[in-house]
């Protein structure tokens, strides 16, 4: 595939095989991921990748909190992002865009609007890495500024077009984030550590049909103003 085709061709997957993933082609995609630019090549990122027992360890406990906090909402307030990644207050167009992009992966999986048992069940299809069975997440040093985030958004960004382009498929997820200080210990990460993001990789299951979901872009026209 051109360049082109691996950028317009990616998309997220949510349905993946359990085929393993070999480390060999990990290390492969992360070497090559590893050549993203970042501000005076500070290279801010640590990765962990989590496979097998670790994955599994990791996908039960926070599954288990995860449903928790929907069955006691009470309890929901325990688990926040280290960060915001989304406004605290949506406005439009953002909110239209992220509703557009939800009714439209709820319609393919046919969850009617209402049905908050059902989208839960989705939402829950997160902390197992859709199946994936790989897991990525991605840390930086707390001390580190907003800048850091653009870096590792490159590192992932580089992840996802080469493992597309082996054949492989991935989510970037930012859903495990509010769960950040159940994951930093299951890693062995330190206290000076924060979970920036997370990814699941591996084989797409070609016959899933939230696999089918195809986002539109806005036209360039839309998001740029030419100055001359
Ligand atoms: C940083 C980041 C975090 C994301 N977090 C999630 C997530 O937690 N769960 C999920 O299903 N998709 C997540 N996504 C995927 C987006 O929903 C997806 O990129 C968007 O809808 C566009 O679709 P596409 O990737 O197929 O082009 C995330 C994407 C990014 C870039």
């Not at 915001?84 to 009714?103: A, F, L, M, T, V």
């Amino acid at each position: 595939m051109s360049l082109e085709e691996i950028i317009q061709t990616r998309r997220s997957v949510r349905a993946f095989l359990d085929t393993p993933v070999d480390e060999n082609l990990l290390r492969d995609i992360l070497k090559i991921a590893s050549y993203a630019p970042s501000g005076t090549n500070i290279q801010p990122w640590k990765v962990y990748v989590v496979s097998g027992n670790k994955r599994d360890e990791i996908v039960r406990a926070v599954s288990n909190e995860v449903d928790q906090a929907f069955r006691q909402p009470e309890t929901a307030v325990n688990h926040q992002p280290p960060f915001d990644y989304y406004p605290q207050e949506w406005i439009s167009p953002y909110i239209d865009r992220r509703r557009q992009n939800g009714w439209a992966l709820y319609g393919l999986l046919g969850i009617q609007k209402g049905d908050k048992e059902k989208m839960h069940q989705q939402h829950l299809r997160n902390y197992c890495f859709f199946d994936a069975p790989v897991g990525l997440f991605f840390t930086t040093h707390r001390v580190m500024g907003h800048g850091a985030k653009m870096d590792i958004a490159m590192l992932m960004q580089n992840i996802m077009l080469t493992a597309h382009d082996k054949g492989l498929g991935t989510c970037a997820q930012a859903a495990w984030n509010a769960y950040h200080d159940m994951v930093l210990p299951l890693l062995g990460a330190n206290q000076d550590e924060i979970l920036i993001a997370a990814m699941a990789l591996g084989y797409p299951d070609a016959n899933a049909v939230v696999n089918t979901m195809k986002p539109v872009r806005e036209d360039v026209e839309q998001f740029t103003v030419f100055l001359s």
